[in-house]
C-alpha cells in the first residue's frame, strides 16, 4: 500500500514550458486535492476533484488545469509556466464524505521555473 | 473569505508541554483540523474539533471553541521529534471541499 505518490519529485521548468504532474493513490479514495505551498506559508487549494471525471476550482487555480479520467488518478497541468509558479506542490486524498476531513498527502513536487 | 493565524514560531525544551494557537474568522465554519510537516516532508494529520472541547491522542491534544473562533493544539511531554511546523486548516461550510490552511507554526525543541 503506497498511499499517495507523485511524479516526479522535482522539476525545472523555463518561462512558457508546459509539464503535467502525475498523483496517484491506491486507497480507493473518492476526492483528491492539488496544493501549492511556498516558503514560510500553508498550503493553498488549487483544484480539487470529487470523484472520476469531476473537477472542481480551488482558491487559486488561475494558470493550472486537472483531470480526472480515473480514479486512482488525478493530473495537474501547466500550459505555460510563469516564474510565479515556482512552489512546492502537494497531491492530496481523503474519503469520501463522512471523514473528509482526514486528508493524506504525497511527498510533494518541487517545481522551479526560471 | 477565509483567515487563520497562528504564531510563527514557537520555541520549547524537550519534556516541557506546548500550546499552538489558532484563531480564524471565516464566512462559514464546519471544523478545524491539524496538520504536522516536518523539513521537506508531506503534512501528515493530526486531529479534528468540529465540536468545542478538546480532543486527546496520545500525547497531543486538540482543543475548539467556535464561540471565541480559537482553537489551539497541545502537545506534551516534547520529543526532539516534534521539531516541525504545525498548521490549522478550517473547511469551508458552504463547500464541504475546501479547505484553508493558516500560515503555519515552527515548533522548534531543545535538548
Known amino acids: 500500500n503506497a498511499g499517495v505518490t507523485q511524479t516526479p519529485k522535482f522539476r525545472v521548468l523555463k518561462t512558457g514550458q508546459s509539464m503535467t504532474l502525475l498523483c496517484a493513490q491506491d486507497?480507493?479514495?473518492?476526492?483528491m486535492y492539488w496544493y501549492r505551498q511556498d516558503p514560510g506559508m500553508g498550503l493553498r487549494l488549487i483544484h480539487y476533484?470529487?470523484?472520476?471525471?469531476?473537477?472542481a476550482k480551488g482558491e487559486v487555480p488561475d494558470g493550472y488545469n486537472v483531470s480526472r479520467l480515473k480514479k486512482q488518478n488525478f493530473l495537474l497541468g501547466l500550459e505555460s509556466a510563469a516564474p510565479s509558479q515556482t512552489s512546492v506542490y502537494f497531491c492530496?486524498?481523503?474519503?469520501?464524505?463522512?471523514?473528509?476531513?482526514?486528508?493524506?498527502f504525497g511527498p510533494g513536487t518541487r517545481l522551479t521555473v526560471l | 473569505g477565509q483567515s487563520l493565524e497562528q504564531p510563527s514560531e514557537v520555541t520549547a525544551v524537550e519534556g516541557a508541554i506546548v500550546q499552538i494557537n489558532c484563531t480564524y474568522q471565516?464566512?462559514?465554519?464546519?471544523?478545524l483540523s491539524w496538520y504536522q510537516q516536518h523539513d521537506g516532508g508531506a503534512p501528515t494529520f493530526l486531529s479534528y474539533?468540529?465540536?468545542?472541547g478538546l480532543e486527546e491522542t496520545g500525547r497531543f491534544s486538540s482543543f475548539l471553541s467556535r464561540s471565541d473562533s480559537y482553537g489551539y493544539l497541545l502537545l506534551q511531554e516534547l520529543q526532539m521529534k516534534d521539531s516541525a511546523s504545525y498548521f490549522c486548516?478550517?473547511?469551508?461550510?458552504?463547500?464541504?471541499?475546501?479547505?484553508?490552511f493558516g500560515s503555519g507554526t515552527k515548533l522548534n525543541v531543545k535538548p
Open positions: 492530496a486524498s481523503s474519503l469520501s464524505q463522512g471523514s473528509i476531513y482526514t486528508q493524506y
Open positions: 486507497m480507493n479514495h473518492e476526492y
Open positions: 476533484s470529487v470523484g472520476e471525471g469531476t473537477t
Open positions: 471565516t464566512s462559514g465554519f464546519y471544523g
Open positions: 474539533n468540529a465540536l468545542d
Open positions: 486548516a478550517v473547511r469551508d461550510s458552504g463547500n464541504f471541499n475546501k479547505f484553508y
